[in-house]
């Protein structure tokens, strides 16, 4: 596994190649669930590098490869988890919290059947553990979102109101970039992780 870059643009390119490389290898072989867990995982990462509706597009689409691949194989537990993942990060960006309880309940059950498939795996539990506080954050993070949308209504101009609201649209979706872009990294780091051989033994210590 390559190196992540840390510098955003390289990151965006890192992971661009990664789809692209995902895609290719789809063609030919189409049931490969490793391959459809790296493609949703890319595309998850890429989301965040979007905004609106373009962002949730691409989570959307990391959901599917990920779906796809528990097709194959409905037990491989990264990919249950990076799916965790992915409905974590769609139920952020969904303001109506009904709507939003019904993706954080589909991450909770994947992040359960990952924890079932690999019991030691402290990341999964830790997910697990997290995504049960998920629901009371998105209303805190709405609310603020609110607040703030609010108090730039009341305080703008008539002549101001469409660059107001626009900015705090932006700030909205910059809030849930970096809830993105954790649960993001993440999933790729775990994702690697599990394809990685282990670590040769430390050295006997000196007598």
């Known amino acids: 596994m390559d190196t992540i ?4 643009f390289d990151r965006l390119l890192f992971f661009e190649a990664a789809r692209k490389t995902a895609e290719v290898n789809y063609a030919k072989d189409p049931l490969d669930a490793d391959n459809l867990t790296r493609w949703g995982g890319a595309l998850l990462e890429l989301s965040q590098f979007q905004q609106g509706q373009d962002c949730i597009k691409l989570i959307r689409e990391a959901i599917t490869k990920l779906e796809q691949a528990l097709e194959v194989n409905p037990r491989k537990h990264d ?3 990076c799916l ?3 409905h974590t990060s769609h139920a952020f960006l969904t303001p109506e919290h009904d709507v939003a309880m019904g993706y954080f309940k589909k991450a909770s059950q994947c992040f359960q059947q990952a924890v ?5 795996n402290e990341i999964y539990l830790k997910s697990l553990e ?3 506080r998920a629901p009371e954050l998105h209303q805190e993070v709405h609310k603020q979102v609110q607040y703030q949308q609010a108090a730039s209504s009341a305080s703008a ?3 101001l109101k469409g660059a107001k609201k626009k900015k705090s649209n932006d700030l909205k979706y910059d809030i849930f970039g970096w809830i993105i872009l954790a649960v993001g990294i993440v999933a790729w780091v775990g994702m690697a992780k599990s394809h990685m051989p282990p670590a ?3 050295p006997p210590p000196p007598r």
Request: charged share 20%; net charge negative.
């Open 157 to 159: 101009s008539s002549s």
């Open 116 to 120: 079932e498939e690999d019991p030691d």
């Open 130 to 132: 997290l995504t049960a």
């Open 200 to 202: 040769p033994p430390p």
């Open 84 to 86: 965790g993942n992915a």
């Open 5 to 8: 870059p840390g510098n955003d």
């Open 79 to 81: 990919t249950l988890w």
